[in-house]
């Protein structure tokens, strides 16, 4: 499993034990994590969760009056490195 999708387990794993169910989806280039948060929620668990949403590379939370609240996570993938990432040149095509 690639360190994106142990990262996001680990995310999900934590969240469930604090009492959010989470989802996962997969993307090209990374992979997201989302929770319904209830509106009774305690400021201990708030802090377990911005703790948790923290080892991502971006978090949030979307609160509406329509879908509720909820809370995200996004873990990049790591791009492969082939030598020509970024505009450089591979080492065999340096003069």
Do not use: Q
């Not at 995310?11 to 989802?23: D, E, F, N, P």
């Not at 996962?24 to 668990?45: G, I, K, M, N, W």
């Amino acid at each position: 499993m690639p360190a994106s999708g142990i990262t996001a387990a680990a995310i999900v794993a934590r969240l469930s034990a604090i009492g959010l169910l989470a989802r996962v989806e997969e993307h090209a280039r990374y992979t997201s994590v989302e929770a319904e948060v209830p509106d009774a929620f305690s400021a201990e668990s708030w802090r377990e969760v911005l703790e948790v949403v923290s080892e991502a590379d971006r978090f949030g939370f979307l609160a509406t009056s329509l879908n509720g609240r909820t809370l995200w996570a996004v873990v990049r993938k790591a791009v492969p490195h082939d030598g020509r990432c970024r505009g450089d040149r591979a080492i065999s095509d340096r003069s």
